[in-house]
């Protein structure tokens, strides 16, 4: 089995949003990695990053990713730092991936840069910044499409991930 959709992007940008509507206009299931962990490990994410440290949470993340992309064959969204895996990124190839982009000033509308995000507890701004130059290749690098949310709705995202999957509404 293989995910319809993989869809990949930063905190924030509405990959759970854009998912759910996806698989719903596909008539599939929808999955994301991030809830797949919280339901396992039985805390947050912000709880595990405290906890045990962001390379512990890195290694999970890992396992529950590559256990999705065997197991799910809807839209899967991925937390936003899977992608700094290589292995993970080796598994996306062959596999739809949405890129779903949005700039700082989008970041900050929506997230609000806050503390409960763990990795941008101290200068939200300039660590979401920091994040971004040192994912945006990633992410380019496993997507097939990539699609800017900026200033868009959720609705007309999901509608322009579809378009540039060339994917028919179920």
Same mark, same amino acid.
């Given at each position: 089995?293989?995910?319809?959709?993989?869809?990949?992007?930063?905190?924030?940008?509405?990959?759970?949003?854009?998912?759910?509507?996806?698989?719903?206009?596909?008539?599939t299931?929808?999955?994301?990695?991030?809830?797949? =962990?919280?339901?396992?490990?039985?805390?947050? =994410?912000?709880? =595990?990053?405290?906890?045990?440290?962001?390379?512990?949470?890195?290694?999970?993340?890992?396992?529950?990713?590559?256990?999705?992309?065997?197991?799910?064959?809807?839209?899967?969204? @991925?937390?936003?730092?899977?992608?700094?895996?290589?292995? *993970?990124?080796? @598994?996306?190839?062959?596999?739809?991936?949405?890129?779903?982009?949005?700039?700082?000033?989008?970041?900050?509308?929506?997230?609000?840069?806050n503390?409960?995000?763990?990795?941008?507890? =101290?200068?939200?701004?300039?660590?979401?910044?920091?994040?971004?130059?040192?994912?945006?290749?990633?992410?380019?690098?496993?997507? *097939?499409?990539?699609?800017?949310?900026?200033?868009?709705?959720?609705?007309?995202?999901?509608?322009?991930?579809?378009n540039?999957?060339?994917?028919?509404?179920?």
């Amino acid at each position: 089995m293989s995910p319809l959709i993989v869809l990949v992007g930063p905190m924030g940008v509405g990959k759970s949003t854009v998912g759910q509507l996806l698989a719903e206009r596909l008539g599939t299931g929808y999955r994301d990695t991030d809830d797949d =962990i919280v339901a396992e490990q039985g805390r947050s =994410i912000a709880e =595990i990053f405290v906890e045990e440290g962001e390379s512990a949470f890195r290694a999970i993340e890992k396992a529950a990713v590559h256990k999705a992309l065997a197991e799910h064959g809807g839209v899967l969204a @991925l937390g936003g730092g899977a992608i700094l895996d290589p292995d *993970t990124r080796a @598994l996306l190839a062959g596999h739809r991936v949405v890129y779903l982009s949005m700039d700082v000033e989008e970041a900050v509308k929506r997230t609000g840069l806050n503390a409960a995000r763990p990795l941008l507890a =101290i200068n939200p701004r300039k660590q979401w910044r920091e994040l971004m130059e040192a994912r945006r290749h990633l992410y380019e690098e496993v997507a *097939t499409a990539v699609v800017p949310t900026d200033g868009r709705t959720p609705e007309e995202v999901t509608r322009a991930a579809l378009n540039a999957l060339e994917l028919k509404e179920a």
